[in-house]
Structures are given as structure tokens and as C-alpha cells.
């Protein structure tokens, strides 16, 4: 079975700053990973998703991701925090062979001005 | 393109009682996931439906049930609702069975029991 692991449960960085969330993966199989952000009151949006082609993996809003198989991570990063970054990001895997879904705990992130 | 739909948005509902609730997937999608997410136990998933076949399901007990319709339309079930059944109910569609295709979530159903 697989899962991910999420570390820091609340991540805070000013504006223009760095933003790097973790995310470290177990699975028996080669994995699908995801990362999707969730802002109050909505629903998850994708923000990029790794699938065995390119390790360093492009999404929406300047954000990338880089699958590192003998570190098991997936952390996500932005060059330069915007306040509308501010959300609660969630990574996610799914197996080849068992297709539901798992999530992490989810890492809150604030921007401050 | 209309995103993917649920109803009601808000439920209160009391202990004892069942709940349904309903997804409109994206039109083309024939595959509905259901997701629970509350502040301890996170994002789990509930179970997912392809062409009115349910393919795979969690943990859950059998309190919770599913189904789908023809028109791709999703409803989930909880039978003998329990305080720790409140939670936002998310749905997913996906226009394919295949995680490699993104899911696209709709806002949710928050259910609260008293």
C-alpha cells in the first residue's frame, strides 16, 4: 500500500520568499504523485502531478515539484511566495495497480506582507 | 464547461438519521470518487465509481454506501449517522479510469450531525 507523508503541518514565509513544502512517499510499486491546493470553502485544484516521465515536474501558478526516488520525496516549490498562495496544500499518491487515492495530512501555508 | 457539482453545500442532520448526497460529475466523466475530510483524520477516500460499477473502496464501514447512475451521476449514502460522521464530503470526476487523468474535485457537501 502506499501513503505520503507531509512534513510541517503549517509552513509561514514572507512574500517574495521561497516556499517549499515536503512530502515523502511510501510505495511497493512505482508511484503517481500529486499535489493539490485547496483554498477556504472550495474544493482541491491540481496543481501538478508526477507520472514517470520528467522527475522535475512543472504545474499552475509557478509552482514545480521534483521526484527523487532514492530520497522518496516529492517536495514542492515556488521561487517567489504571492499572497494568494495562501492555502492548504495537500500531496497525494495513487498506485499502478490499486487506483484510490491517498492523501497527506496537508501543510497550511501563510504568506506574510 | 460546468465543473463538477454537489448538493446540498450545507447539511444538518441529527444522529440516527441516513443522509444522501449527490454529485454531478463533468460532462464526459465517467468516473466518480468520493472523498471524507475532517480535521483529525484528514483526506480519506470513501470509494470510486466507473461506469456505474464501484472499482475500489476504503476503509469505511458499511454505513456508507455509493452508487452511480447512467448518467454518470453519483450519490453516497450514510445510513445511522454518528457525530464523527461530520465532515466536508468531496467528489472527484475523472474523464478516465486512470489516475494519470486528472481528477477535478467539486466544493463539497459539509455534513454536520447533532
Known amino acids: 500500500a502506499q501513503s505520503v507523508t507531509q512534513l510541517g503541518s503549517h509552513v509561514s514565509v514572507s512574500e517574495g520568499a521561497l516556499v517549499l513544502l515536503r512530502c515523502n512517499y511510501s510505495s511497493s510499486v512505482p508511484p503517481y504523485l500529486f499535489w493539490y491546493v485547496q483554498y477556504p470553502n472550495q474544493g482541491l485544484q491540481l496543481l501538478l502531478k508526477?507520472?514517470?516521465?520528467?522527475?522535475l515536474v512543472k504545474g499552475i501558478n509557478g509552482f514545480e515539484a521534483e521526484f527523487k526516488k532514492s530520497e522518496t520525496s516529492f517536495h514542492l516549490t515556488k521561487p517567489s511566495a504571492h499572497m494568494s498562495d495562501a492555502a492548504e496544500y495537500f500531496c497525494a499518491v495513487s498506485g499502478l495497480i490499486n487506483n484510490d487515492m491517498r492523501f497527506g495530512a496537508g501543510t497550511r501555508l501563510t504568506v506574510k506582507p | 464547461k460546468a465543473g463538477v457539482t454537489q448538493t446540498p453545500r450545507y447539511l444538518i442532520k441529527t444522529r440516527g438519521q441516513q443522509v444522501t448526497l449527490s454529485c454531478s460529475p463533468i460532462s464526459g466523466h465517467r468516473s466518480v470518487s468520493w472523498y471524507q475530510q475532517t480535521p483529525g483524520q484528514g483526506l480519506q477516500f470513501l470509494f470510486e465509481?466507473?461506469?456505474?460499477?464501484?472499482?475500489n473502496k476504503g476503509n469505511f464501514p458499511g454505513r456508507f454506501s455509493g452508487r452511480q447512475f447512467s448518467n454518470s451521476r453519483s450519490e453516497m449514502n450514510v445510513s445511522t449517522l454518528e457525530l464523527g460522521d461530520s465532515a466536508l464530503y468531496l467528489c472527484?470526476?475523472?474523464?478516465?479510469?486512470?489516475?494519470?487523468?486528472?481528477?477535478?474535485f467539486g466544493p463539497g457537501t459539509r455534513l454536520t450531525v447533532t
Open positions: 465509481y466507473f461506469s456505474e460499477t464501484q472499482r
Open positions: 472527484a470526476s475523472s474523464s478516465s479510469r486512470d489516475y494519470l487523468y486528472e481528477q477535478y
Open positions: 508526477y507520472t514517470s516521465a520528467a522527475t
